[in-house]
């Protein structure tokens, strides 16, 4: 897989569960981030966590990093049908750029 | 909550034709960048902006891409001939400092005819 890999590429869940979703990556970061885009419209970034973190929260958001495994968690929890939205990984290592993921597209229904 | 803005947010040109897209980041950020995403494909890197000049930039920003930052508040890409293939959201960001998150403009939709 690419640098920034989502799984699963799509999920779909019920107002108030959890909604987790993963992302994978192959070269070493100095940070990785979580991104939301609703559709057609901009990136909203939510989280950042370092290289050398292994947790972090923001709201209902927890962020986990993975570093020997090269992986990272995304979960939301309380999901609101406001959180319908893609959800995007991007990695930054040297440089400064980011490389993104494919995605995840999440669908609460209310 | 201060923004990036992007204008226009949709652009419709003809093949060929050179077009401007223009961002305007946050006042204090000192990083500009410029991203794409093709329909239902991955958000690719173009070009990244600093102390006016290119910091880095993908293969895709070939010659026939430019940024500028002509003044003390615009950043902006230009396409010199657009291709149909160019028909893409082009999103501006910008950041404070390195390594602390990126603020994204709401995109501008480029469609080539």
């Known amino acids: 897989s690419q640098q920034g890999e989502e799984d699963p590429q799509a999920l779909s869940i019920q107002e108030g569960e959890n909604a987790t979703m993963n992302c994978s990556y192959k070269t070493s970061i100095n940070n990785l981030q979580w991104y939301r885009q609703n559709s057609g419209r901009g990136l909203v970034h939510l989280i950042l966590?370092?290289?050398?973190?292994r947790e972090k929260h923001s709201g209902r958001l927890r962020v986990t990093l993975d570093t020997s495994k090269k992986s990272s968690s995304l979960l939301i929890t309380a999901s609101r049908a406001a959180d319908t939205a893609s959800y995007f990984c991007?990695?930054?290592?040297?440089?400064?750029?980011?490389?993104f993921g494919g995605g995840t597209r999440v669908l609460v229904k209310p | 909550e201060p923004e990036v803005t992007q204008t226009p947010s949709h652009q419709v040109t003809q093949m060929g034709q050179e077009v401007i897209l223009r961002c305007v980041p946050i006042s204090n950020h000192l990083y500009f960048y410029w991203y794409r995403q093709i329909l239902g494909q991955k958000v690719e890197f173009l070009v990244s902006?600093?102390?006016?000049?290119?910091?880095?930039k993908s293969e895709i920003f070939d010659d026939q891409f430019s940024v500028e930052r002509p003044d003390g508040s615009n950043f902006t890409l230009k396409i010199r001939s657009t291709k149909l293939e160019d028909s893409a959201m082009y999103f501006c960001?910008?950041?404070?400092?390195?390594?602390?998150?990126?603020?994204f403009g709401s995109g501008t939709r480029l469609t080539v005819v």
């Open positions: 960001a910008s950041s404070e400092i390195l390594g602390t998150g990126y603020t």
């Open positions: 902006f600093y102390n006016n000049e290119i910091s880095e």
């Open positions: 991007a990695t930054e290592a040297a440089g400064n750029k980011l490389t």
């Open positions: 966590i370092r290289s050398n973190e």
